[in-house]
Structure formats: structure tokens, C-alpha cells
């Protein structure tokens, strides 16, 4: 003589207990399921107000002064960016001394990064 022990399985939400190779009891579960929809926000394109930059030769070569000063505190090769942040100028000002510094033959450009001649 075996004694038969039942034996739940889980199938789909839906509980099927044998004993001794019959079905005994059948449960369904009904489960809601609830989801809420994400929606990605779309991004408004924000226009920048145009600069306005003093184009006397004075400021152009106070700004060329930034960036050559920038370029000699880091001593190795900047971007554009990393110009303009060092010398604590906006990019447009950081293109103008660039420009007057190029012009001069005081930096070069290598691999994208200006550096000292």
C-alpha cells in the first residue's frame, strides 16, 4: 500500500491538484492586471538668443588674450569648448580670439585641439 499525497501545479493562473493521477480540485484565479502608459515627453526645441558680441579690435584682442592665457594655464591641446570655459568666455568670444591668434600664427590646430606654436 502508497499513500498519495497531492500535488499542486501552477499552470497560467490556474491551480490543478492530483492525487494519484486524478484531478481533484481545480481553482482559477482571475488576476487583473492594471498598466499605465508611459507617454515620453516631447522635448520643446529651445531657439538661443543670438549673441552679441563687441567687435571693436580692443575686445577681439582682449578676448585673443583669454584664450592665449587658457592655453598656457592647461598646457596641452583644448577644444573649443574647453577653451571657452577655461577662460570663463562665451564660445562666440573664444572663436574671435581664436581667429586673431590664428591669423597671428601664435597657435595651431592638431587633431581637432588648438595648441600653442
Given at each position: 500500500?502508497?499513500?498519495?499525497?497531492?500535488?499542486?501545479?501552477?499552470?497560467?493562473?490556474?491551480?490543478?491538484?492530483?492525487?494519484?493521477?486524478?484531478?481533484?480540485?481545480?481553482?482559477?484565479k482571475n488576476v487583473t492586471k492594471t498598466t499605465t502608459k508611459r507617454t515620453a515627453t516631447k522635448k520643446a526645441c529651445v531657439k538661443k538668443a543670438p549673441v552679441k558680441v563687441d567687435l571693436s579690435s580692443e575686445n577681439v584682442g582682449f578676448k585673443a588674450g583669454d584664450v592665449y592665457n587658457a592655453l598656457v594655464a592647461e598646457n596641452r591641446?583644448?577644444?573649443?569648448?574647453?577653451?571657452?570655459k577655461t577662460a570663463n568666455i562665451s564660445i562666440e568670444e573664444a572663436y574671435l580670439g581664436i581667429g586673431w591668434l590664428l591669423k597671428e600664427g601664435k597657435i595651431n590646430s592638431e587633431d581637432e585641439k588648438l595648441v600653442l606654436a
Open positions: 500500500m502508497y499513500i498519495c499525497n497531492p500535488i499542486r501545479v501552477r499552470l497560467l493562473l490556474t491551480t490543478v491538484v492530483f492525487k494519484c493521477g486524478q484531478i481533484i480540485m481545480v481553482e482559477k591641446g583644448l577644444a573649443v569648448s574647453e577653451i571657452a
